[in-house]
């Protein structure tokens, strides 16, 4: 497409015009939905009663359809990637919408797709074939910043030898959905429990042997913030301060009417008394409620910006390929 790209925040972020509207012609493509011609910079698609129930939030409408026996038509979409995009020839009935980055219906979208995509298989059109396993994972490096990032793993199932890093190469070649009729596959036993196991122990001494300053960084951070905290609650000690700032309690907010009447008093006392009144008694915090309050904000702080890495796996692929994926080697 050639249509110029006036949305510099979904360029920077990589989610322009031109991607969403591949993406989502190739999700409607994947998910068999009926796409009718449009002009550029538009998608108009019928959507499958299943693929309708995941896009459209309206559960107690499809829960009175089947309960009654109803056949409702399909919903149409006329989906806009561009603010002038032709919107007049939409369809009858058909739901005109602007599809932008982070916007409701392009949410609908890719969390369909993730369902949809957990589990796949592709063919590589060749006299014999070879499967593979493909786990795709997520890699969170968190702190108080967080980096995620996506890594293919391939598993040869004659020798369970692992290539990481393959997915540059899988997008690079011409897989099809469907098995081609004059493939033959190689027969060899899968064992998905292996494949895992393995997978996770490789990302595990990847993230073992990279780079570590990011978590060093952060750790000195976190000490230093946490030495800030205990000064802090040290200097309300050492002051004698008989108050601390912190979210109140029930028991305080059941207080506050009470309170409310103690003011109305003094105000009424201190007209009766020329204008003269006693200030109120400030309420004493015990040093139990500050330490225990002292704990829980360590806590949180921990919990919020400690180093860690979380590992989470997003898809599992059977890939048929004629020759193997080129990728970085590592031994099993």
Same mark, same amino acid.
């Given at each position: 497409?050639?249509? =110029? @790209?006036?949305?510099?925040?979904?360029?920077?972020?990589?989610?322009?015009?031109? &991607?969403?509207?591949? $993406? +989502? #012609?190739?999700?409607?493509?994947?998910?068999?939905?009926?796409? &009718?011609?449009?002009?550029?910079?538009?998608? +108009?698609?019928?959507?499958?009663?299943?693929?309708?129930?995941?896009?459209?939030?309206?559960?107690? $409408?499809?829960?009175?359809?089947?309960?009654?026996?109803?056949?409702?038509?399909?919903?149409?979409? &006329?989906?806009?990637?561009?603010?002038?995009?032709?919107?007049?020839?939409?369809?009858?009935?058909?739901?005109?919408?602007? @599809?932008?980055?982070? +916007?409701?219906?392009?949410?609908?979208?890719?969390?369909?797709? !993730?369902?949809?995509?957990?589990?796949? *298989?592709?063919?590589?059109?060749?006299?014999? %074939?070879?499967?593979?396993?493909?786990?795709?994972?997520?890699?969170? &490096?968190?702190?108080?910043?967080?980096?995620?990032?996506?890594?293919?793993?391939?598993?040869?199932?004659?020798?369970? =030898?692992?290539?990481?890093?393959?997915?540059?190469? #899988?997008?690079?070649?011409?897989?099809?959905?469907?098995?081609?009729?004059?493939?033959? @596959?190689?027969?060899?036993?899968?064992? $998905?429990?292996? %494949? $895992?196991?393995? /997978?996770?122990? +490789?990302?595990?001494?990847?993230? !073992?042997?990279?780079?570590?300053?990011?978590?060093?960084?952060?750790?000195? !951070?976190?000490?230093?913030?946490? *030495?800030?905290?205990?000064?802090?609650?040290?200097?309300?000690?050492?002051?004698?301060?008989?108050?601390? /700032?912190?979210?109140?309690?029930?028991?305080?907010?059941?207080?506050?009417?009470?309170?409310?009447?103690?003011?109305?008093?003094?105000?009424?006392?201190?007209?009766?008394?020329?204008?003269?009144?006693?200030?109120?008694?400030?309420?004493?915090?015990?040093?139990?409620?500050?330490?225990?309050?002292?704990?829980?904000?360590?806590?949180?702080?921990?919990?919020?910006?400690?180093?860690?890495?979380?590992?989470?796996?997003?898809?599992?692929?059977?890939?048929?390929?004629?020759?193997?994926?080129?990728?970085?080697?590592?031994?099993?």
């Amino acid at each position: 497409m050639d249509s =110029q @790209i006036d949305e510099p925040v979904s360029e920077a972020s990589g989610l322009t015009p031109q &991607y969403l509207e591949s $993406f +989502c #012609l190739r999700y409607f493509t994947g998910v068999g939905a009926t796409i &009718y011609p449009s002009p550029p910079g538009t998608l +108009c698609v019928e959507l499958p009663r299943e693929v309708d129930k995941e896009l459209t939030d309206r559960p107690f $409408f499809w829960m009175w359809a089947e309960a009654m026996n109803e056949n409702p038509p399909n919903t149409v979409l &006329y989906l806009t990637f561009t603010e002038d995009a032709v919107t007049d020839v939409a369809p009858a009935g058909a739901k005109v919408e602007r @599809i932008t980055p982070g +916007c409701y219906r392009m949410l609908r979208i890719m969390t369909s797709a !993730k369902n949809h995509g957990a589990f796949a *298989a592709a063919y590589e059109s060749a006299p014999v %074939v070879t499967p593979y396993a493909v786990l795709t994972v997520k890699i969170s &490096y968190m702190s108080d910043r967080r980096k995620d990032v996506l890594e293919a793993f391939a598993v040869d199932l004659r020798d369970y =030898q692992i290539t990481a890093n393959v997915m540059p190469d #899988l997008l690079a070649r011409q897989l099809h959905d469907d098995r081609p009729l004059a493939t033959k @596959i190689l027969p060899v036993p899968v064992d $998905f429990d292996q %494949v $895992f196991s393995l /997978v996770m122990n +490789c990302v595990q001494e990847r993230v !073992k042997n990279s780079d570590h300053t990011w978590a060093k960084e952060a750790t000195k !951070k976190l000490q230093g913030e946490l *030495a800030a905290l205990d000064q802090y609650y040290a200097s309300l000690a050492t002051e004698g301060a008989e108050t601390v /700032v912190s979210e109140p309690t029930p028991t305080e907010v059941a207080g506050v009417a009470g309170h409310a009447k103690v003011v109305q008093l003094q105000d009424f006392a201190q007209q009766k008394n020329g204008g003269v009144a006693k200030p109120l008694e400030e309420p004493v915090v015990s040093p139990l409620t500050r330490a225990a309050e002292q704990e829980l904000r360590r806590a949180e702080m921990i919990w919020r910006t400690e180093p860690r890495v979380e590992v989470r796996p997003m898809q599992c692929a059977m890939v048929y390929l004629a020759q193997a994926p080129r990728g970085d080697a590592v031994s099993s």
